[in-house]
């Protein structure tokens, strides 16, 4: 899936699905069914619409994304136009849409559902990427992640080959919209000839629902963090031994976005079959830099140990650096890096190498090899969360509590409780009338992404101090 000239390589693939598969079944939903020969048909249309419009190369174009059925259409479709998908979730916080549109500065807005453009008059320079993600930063605002259309095309296709993925595979569409494995939910089939699946809008009203739904649409690959599996698995067990799992079609399930653990996976291939891969990556290296395929872990091994994240794939290498021990990847396929002020620049580094075409990239976990080769995440070097696969910063929080005018100290950082770790936020008010707990996470609710909305709000009058005499993260 090279690419040829001028033509994204991701559209180049769907197109040459759509002339080997014609009549093939490609996106499926609760809107109804598209064929191969349907997607090139409607692809063409939105192709002349955003061109009759004035979306031409470099462009940004900011993409609301929905899940629904025309997604992969409106992104192909901007990537053909030449212009760069900044993509957005389009349920997040109409705050948070504004802002990660502030960074961007797109030319267009085009609307998933229903399929609009308008114009935001943007600057006239023009950009060289396929898309920009955003993702949690520690300048308070999203950090905007910028890839270019050689590194996404080259890490999928390396995905389908690697997994075998062919026309018999169905895919949901159930990764988390504007992030980095929303692109493997949506064009991994698509590139392959498979059928991708969008479910319907309540799919994550319960966990039962989602069971229902991976049952019902025959996945036969499964993208999830590990809390998603979790959820799927509870589900099963609360419907009883008696009940097929409905995961009896899967036949690959891939983790990421968090660690995963020995228990998960065998209550997993309890209820079925499937061969299970902790996947390592994100929205940097992008997609998928690193994996290790569970089978080989000893019987004996308890529930509660973590699986290795190998040591790269795809032409990806992970490093330790001395003497810390941070995961570096070095890859070809890197994201070009952060939209200037957005992210720290330092992540992005020259290869240590010195290989011709390799960049690495500091991720910021820490890292330990074990004797099979396959590095373990141990820890994080800097405050960053994990939040049901979400990487979220507390300094991003903070900033935002104190925007509130009540608000004239906040610190944010896990929670200790029964459950496990929550999300926290503690606060000292200028006042004890200036704001309680219930209001103050409503207004963070109107400016941050779900996951970083803390699930616990405490006000104080005044910080605690750890051993070195500075705020501690945990309150």
């Given at each position: 899936?090279?690419?040829?000239?001028?033509?994204?390589?991701?559209?180049?693939?769907?197109?040459?699905?759509?002339?080997?598969?014609?009549?093939?079944?490609?996106?499926?939903?609760?809107?109804?069914?598209?064929?191969?020969?349907?997607?090139?048909?409607?692809?063409?249309?939105?192709?002349?619409?955003?061109?009759?419009?004035?979306?031409?190369?470099?462009?940004?174009?900011?993409?609301?994304?929905?899940?629904?059925?025309?997604?992969?259409?409106?992104?192909?479709?901007?990537?053909?136009?030449?212009?760069?998908?900044?993509?957005?979730?389009?349920?997040?916080?109409?705050?948070?849409?504004?802002?990660?549109?502030?960074?961007?500065?797109?030319?267009?807005?085009?609307?998933?559902?229903?399929?609009?453009?308008?114009?935001?008059?943007?600057?006239?320079?023009?950009?060289?990427?396929?898309?920009?993600?955003?993702?949690?930063?520690?300048?308070?605002?999203?950090?905007?992640?910028?890839?270019?259309?050689?590194?996404?095309?080259?890490?999928?296709?390396?995905?389908?080959?690697?997994?075998?993925?062919?026309?018999?595979?169905?895919?949901?569409?159930?990764?988390?919209?504007?992030?980095?494995?929303?692109?493997?939910?949506?064009?991994?089939?698509?590139?392959?000839?498979?059928?991708?699946?969008?479910?319907?809008?309540?799919?994550?009203?319960?966990?039962?629902?989602?069971?229902?739904?991976?049952?019902?649409?025959?996945?036969?690959?499964?993208?999830?963090?590990?809390?998603?599996?979790?959820?799927?698995l509870a589900a099963h067990a609360a419907a009883g031994p008696d009940v097929e799992s409905g995961l009896e079609s899967l036949r690959l399930v891939v983790s990421a976005g968090?660690?995963?653990?020995?228990?998960?996976?065998?209550?997993?291939?309890?209820?079925?079959?499937?061969?299970?891969?902790?996947?390592?990556?994100?929205?940097?290296?992008?997609?998928?830099?690193?994996?290790?395929?569970?089978?080989?872990?000893?019987?004996?091994?308890?529930?509660?140990?973590?699986?290795?994240?190998?040591?790269?794939?795809?032409?990806?290498?992970?490093?330790?650096?001395?003497?810390?021990?941070?995961?570096?990847?070095?890859?070809?396929?890197?994201?070009?890096?952060?939209?200037?002020?957005?992210?720290?620049?330092?992540?992005?580094?020259?290869?240590?190498?010195?290989?011709?075409?390799?960049?690495?990239?500091?991720?910021g976990d820490l890292g330990r090899r074990g004797d099979d080769g396959s590095i373990r995440v141990v820890g994080r070097l800097d405050r960053q969360l994990s939040v049901n696969?979400?990487?979220?910063?507390?300094?991003?929080?903070?900033?935002?509590?104190?925007?509130?005018?009540?608000?004239?100290?906040?610190?944010?950082?896990?929670?200790?409780?029964?459950?496990?770790?929550?999300?926290?936020?503690?606060?000292?008010?200028?006042?004890?009338?200036?704001?309680?707990?219930?209001?103050?996470?409503?207004?963070?609710?109107?400016?941050?992404?779900?996951?970083?909305?803390?699930?616990?709000?405490?006000?104080?009058?005044?910080?605690?101090?750890?051993?070195?005499?500075?705020?501690?993260?945990?309150?």
């Open positions: 899936m090279s690419g040829s000239a001028g033509l994204h390589p991701v559209v180049e693939g769907v197109r040459r699905s759509g002339a080997h598969h014609p009549s093939a079944v490609a996106v499926t939903g609760a809107g109804g069914t598209w064929s191969y020969g349907d997607v090139v048909k409607v692809l063409d249309t939105a192709v002349r619409r955003l061109r009759d419009a004035g979306v031409s190369l470099g462009h940004v174009v900011s993409v609301r994304a929905a899940r629904v059925r025309q997604l992969p259409v409106a992104l192909l479709a901007v990537w053909q136009a030449g212009a760069t998908a900044a993509i957005v979730d389009a349920n997040l916080p109409v705050a948070r849409v504004d802002e990660c549109e502030q960074v961007v500065n797109p030319h267009w807005v085009l609307t998933v559902d229903p399929f609009a453009l308008t114009a935001a008059g943007g600057p006239t320079g023009r950009r060289v990427a396929s898309h920009i993600l955003f993702t949690s930063g520690t300048t308070g605002r999203p950090a905007a992640v910028e890839v270019g259309p050689g590194a996404l095309g080259r890490t999928l296709d390396w995905y389908t080959r690697a997994f075998t993925i062919g026309p018999g595979d169905r895919v949901g569409l159930l990764a988390g919209l504007g992030h980095d494995p929303m692109l493997r939910d949506t064009f991994v089939p698509l590139l392959s000839g498979g059928t991708l699946v969008v479910p319907p809008d309540d799919v994550f009203a319960g966990p039962d629902r989602l069971l229902a739904f991976i049952g019902s649409a025959r996945l036969s690959v499964l993208h999830g963090t590990p809390g998603l599996l979790e959820l799927v968090a660690p995963l653990t020995l228990g998960t996976v065998r209550r997993l291939r309890g209820m079925c079959g499937a061969t299970v891969v902790n996947a390592y990556g994100s929205t940097e290296t992008p997609q998928i830099a690193s994996c290790d395929v569970v089978s080989r872990y000893d019987a004996g091994l308890p529930d509660d140990t973590p699986i290795g994240i190998g040591a790269g794939v795809g032409g990806a290498e992970l490093l330790l650096s001395e003497p810390a021990g941070e995961i570096v990847v070095r890859s070809p396929n890197l994201a070009t890096g952060y939209i200037a002020g957005t992210g720290a620049g330092d992540k992005f580094l020259p290869d240590p190498l010195g290989a011709p075409g390799f960049r690495a990239y500091r991720t696969g979400h990487r979220v910063a507390p300094e991003e929080i903070e900033r935002t509590a104190l925007r509130h005018p009540g608000v004239v100290q906040a610190v944010a950082g896990p929670v200790s409780s029964d459950g496990g770790d929550l999300l926290g936020l503690t606060v000292v008010l200028a006042s004890p009338a200036a704001t309680d707990a219930r209001a103050l996470r409503g207004f963070l609710r109107e400016r941050l992404p779900r996951p970083a909305v803390p699930t616990q709000v405490r006000i104080v009058p005044e910080l605690a101090l750890n051993h070195n005499h500075k705020v501690s993260d945990r309150q």
